[in-house]
């Protein structure tokens, strides 16, 4: 078969997919992709010849014709073979050259097949003489698909091949020869013809090949700029991440500080006046606090920063924490806070459960001027609907498929005092992506004036866990701190001063430190049978690179595993979560509200009476 390329059309390297650039090379990656079919050819046509007239031919005939062919096939395999590893190496650059060169090989075979015709065809009998015409015409046909892109080439191939086996059938004086020298002429004449239609088929497919090539290519440099643009995004989200965290921090501490001061401000005079003022500070603080936990939330989700760890749990605990955090505010507000369903148990992340919980409750109360807030559980099949309700002023419904969309707040509500209308509209946003993150379908009910119901989907769990002492509101509302000691481990001075004086003005001892290094000398020069802390409250980032829970560490080796603790911090990270339900301490986000610290010492101060 005749002449071709090298050999794999489709060159696996990185350097060769670059060469498909052209016409031309496609050519001749097409023709050298032929190489192992156009060498077997070769071989099976000269082994047949040499079948065929072995008996016919004297040696000094056969044998120069033999290494002639020979010859061939090996040049042929040479330069295959550097094609390949040129292409492989270096990549091609001169398609030209390498075209020549088997071209001039692919007319040097069809000379050595026109030599066959003019030497064997007179020597040989009748299936000799048709075994030769056949196998030269083969050859003729394999042509095809190597040169229908050079028609010019192809003719010369045919001719030089063929032309001298017609010449001699019809110069042979037998009573047929003119016959079936025409019958040959007209047979390549056709073939000359399915050859150039061949061609222009080829040249079709080529040129829809290299402009799907563009395609790719196009599509190629618009994906790396995809990445690239993905991967400056992934950047800028962490970059974000990274500036809001720090920021929350460094501007958590001075609003913490002035909530303390505030409220130690309250606890020395008694002018109403002055009330009203420390009631709006604290107001103020907690809503930037609000605020601040709002955008970081959206932030961190947004970053992919928050992990989902389903477990099994039973309900109670969380419904304790929004009992502790929420009714005093509902209180506040006349409300009634009430909540069922602790015993259910579900699967999903505590935390991620606690957190949508906590924004349902705080919009609810918040949009509730009469009536309660309702928590409850209920088991529905292999679910369990936990559903916070409300009988406050309710949704339209053209607002309710907007309600879930990020810093969207429903216009034109009425009777919604100003104080009641803080926030950035991010709530229900974080609810709804926290639901979609562990794959809880969550529902809204509403109706204008009447109440809220919002449904939060979880699977059933199956193993409980103990339910914890709970503490009542009364036992929060006397609480007493007389006689306590409380450690306090703070590194910035406003803070630390202000909680000094409003922990003294509860009736404490307080025992303040700046460092985990000076508590610890505290502790190691105390003597545990005449002191010992009742509870100790520090900040998580410390001096040195140092945190609380170090603090918290050495100051139970000390006294006891079981001294209370809380750790305030400015960080939202969500390894603290999980830190402190390891180590057995509670967090407090800054700024805190003094009331908020209040009703968590009195929980902390009344778990461990109950030990």
Not at 83 to 98: E, H, N, V, Y
Not at 289 to 306: C, H, K, M, P, Q
Not at 482 to 503: F, H, N, Q
Not at 583 to 604: E, G, S
Request: aromatic share 8%.
């Amino acid at each position: 078969m005749a002449h071709a390329p090298a050999l794999n059309a489709t060159p696996p390297e990185p350097a060769a997919a670059a060469q498909r650039h052209s016409a031309l090379g496609e050519e001749v990656l097409a023709v050298y992709a032929y190489a192992p079919a156009t060498l077997a050819g070769l071989a099976a046509g000269f082994g047949m010849l040499l079948l065929l007239f072995w008996n016919s031919l004297p040696l000094a005939v056969l044998l120069p014709w033999a290494a002639l062919f020979i010859g061939l096939w090996v040049v042929r395999i040479v330069l295959a073979q550097a094609f390949r590893r040129t292409l492989r190496r270096d990549g091609i650059t001169d398609w030209q050259a390498w075209r020549l060169r088997w071209n001039i090989l692919t007319i040097a075979s069809a000379g050595a097949w026109g030599l066959s015709g003019w030497l064997f065809y007179t020597r040989g009998l009748g299936i000799q003489q048709t075994g030769l015409i056949l196998v030269i015409y083969t050859f003729c046909i394999a042509a095809v698909p190597v040169m229908a892109n050079q028609p010019r080439m192809f003719l010369a191939y045919v001719a030089i091949c063929f032309g001298p086996l017609v010449w001699r059938i019809a110069t042979g004086g037998e009573e047929h020869s003119l016959r079936l020298a025409g019958m040959l002429v007209i047979i390549i004449t056709l073939t000359t013809l399915l050859a150039r239609n061949y061609r222009q088929a080829l040249q079709r497919v080529i040129e829809l090949k290299l402009r799907a090539d563009g395609l790719l290519e196009e599509l190629r440099i618009e994906k790396q700029a995809a990445e690239a643009a993905r991967y400056e995004a992934e950047v800028a989200n962490r970059a974000k991440t990274q500036f809001f965290t720090a920021a929350s921090h460094d501007l958590r501490q001075p609003l913490h500080a002035m909530g303390l001061f505030a409220e130690a401000l309250r606890q020395r005079t008694h002018e109403p006046e002055v009330a009203h003022l420390v009631n709006s500070i604290n107001a103020s603080v907690d809503a930037l606090e609000g605020l601040f936990s709002e955008l970081l939330d959206i932030t961190r989700i947004d970053a992919g920063g928050v992990e989902v760890r389903p477990q099994s749990f039973e309900l109670e605990d969380i419904l304790r924490k929004l009992r502790l955090h929420y009714e005093p505010t509902a209180f506040e507000k006349g409300l009634a806070l009430t909540l069922r369903g602790g015993r259910r148990v579900v699967h999903a992340d505590p935390l991620l459960v606690e957190r949508i919980l906590r924004n349902l409750v705080s919009n609810a109360i918040r949009y509730t001027n009469d009536g309660g807030v309702l928590v409850g559980a209920r088991q529905r099949g292999d679910k369990v609907l936990v559903q916070v309700w409300d009988s406050g002023l309710g949704i339209r419904e053209e607002e309710q498929a907007k309600v879930f969309e990020e810093f969207y707040q429903v216009p034109n509500t009425p009777a919604v005092a100003p104080h009641q209308r803080k926030g950035l509209g991010l709530g229900l946003a974080i609810v709804k992506r926290l639901a979609d993150l562990m794959g809880a379908p969550i529902t809204l009910r509403s109706r204008a004036g009447r109440g809220t119901v919002f449904s939060l989907e979880l699977p059933v769990g199956t193993m409980p866990r103990p339910q914890p002492a709970s503490l009542s509101s009364r036992a929060m509302a006397g609480l007493t701190l007389d006689g306590r000691l409380i450690v306090v481990v703070e590194d910035e001075p406003a803070v630390r001063s202000g909680l000094e004086v409003l922990l003294q003005g509860w009736g404490a001892q307080v025992a303040s430190f700046d460092s985990v290094a000076d508590s610890l000398a505290w502790a190691a020069a105390a003597d545990p049978a005449v002191v010992r802390p009742d509870l100790c409250i520090v900040d998580y980032r410390l001096e040195s690179g140092r945190n609380g829970v170090e603090a918290i560490a050495a100051l139970r080796e000390r006294f006891g595993a079981r001294l209370p603790a809380i750790v305030v911090t400015g960080s939202t990270m969500s390894t603290l979560d999980k830190e402190a339900q390891e180590k057995d301490f509670h967090l407090l986000l800054k700024p805190v509200v003094p009331n908020k610290l209040r009703a968590m010492i009195a929980f902390k101060l009344g778990a461990k009476a109950s030990r």
